[in-house]
């Protein structure tokens, strides 16, 4: 499965996020993490990283690793909006509430692979 995740509007926000995720040894274990420059806007040179893209393998759990971003933005001092996006499929990490963190679980493992676009 492939996930790509967006934090705010800072790249040291994403970095951070994505040194936490390799410390984890249950996200480090099943996923392949990499930082990756999005696709520009209009009249933007798009030279900043600002997308985490992850490659998951067997043994991923989603439960572990919507925790593991829940665990870091409470770290932070100004708790950034993280956006986990799979396939066509998009949900914001905001509140950090019960529901909302559920709600991630739920849309990470319902969405099938084929829904992601690549047929994988």
């Known amino acids: 499965m492939r996930l790509e995740v967006r934090v705010g509007q800072d790249a040291g926000e994403l970095a951070a996020l994505h040194k936490w995720l390799r410390a984890d040894p249950d996200v480090r274990r099943s996923t392949a993490a990499e930082l990756r420059g999005g696709v520009p806007g209009p009249e933007e040179m798009g030279t900043e990283l600002d997308v985490l893209q992850l490659v998951t393998g067997n043994g991923w759990s989603a439960a572990s690793f919507v925790l593991a971003v829940v665990a870091w933005r409470r770290t932070r001092h100004q708790r950034p909006r993280v956006e986990i996006r799979r396939g066509d499929t998009t949900i914001a ?17 319902t969405v099938r692979d084929d829904d992601e676009g690549d047929g994988r």
């Open 93 to 109: 990490l905001t509140e950090c509430s019960e529901e909302e963190i559920e709600r991630a679980i739920r849309m990470l493992d």
